[in-house]
């Protein structure tokens, strides 16, 4: 089994930063893309952020400038600096991993993590 653990998450001042982290452990044999989602109360889960294996990095327009996703895969880690946060990105953020377990045959599984908290004071 794989599992996502995230930390870093907590309570920053608007304007403050934050770096996310979130470790892939377990039955790993290949990671392709690794990503943050985030949901705020009463909203559904959005994308954040978005760093394929071997390629450019993505993000949603409300984060572009102020958050940059990047990852270890020597770790199997990644991570989220935020940066210039706002009250808005109040929310849990959660990681996910598109994780290939096994050598023999060539399926690809979503794993999310548990998600942390984010929480941004004006």
């Known amino acids: 089994q794989v599992q996502l653990a995230e930390s870093g998450g907590g309570l920053v001042q608007a304007g403050g930063s934050l770096r996310l982290s979130c470790a892939a452990s377990g039955s790993i044999f290949s990671i392709n893309v690794m990503a943050w989602y985030r949901q705020a109360p009463g909203k559904q889960r959005e994308l954040v952020a978005v760093i394929p294996s071997g390629g450019s990095t993505n993000y949603a327009d409300s984060v572009k400038g102020r958050f940059t996703i990047s990852r270890d895969n020597a770790k199997n880690t990644v991570y989220l600096q935020m940066s210039s946060l706002k009250p808005e990105d109040t929310a849990v953020y959660y990681c996910?991993?598109?994780?290939?377990?096994?050598?023999?045959?060539?399926?690809?599984?979503?794993?999310w993590g548990q998600g942390t908290q984010v929480t941004v004071s004006s």
């Open positions: 996910n991993a598109v994780i290939r377990t096994s050598p023999y045959g060539s399926t690809w599984y979503n794993f």
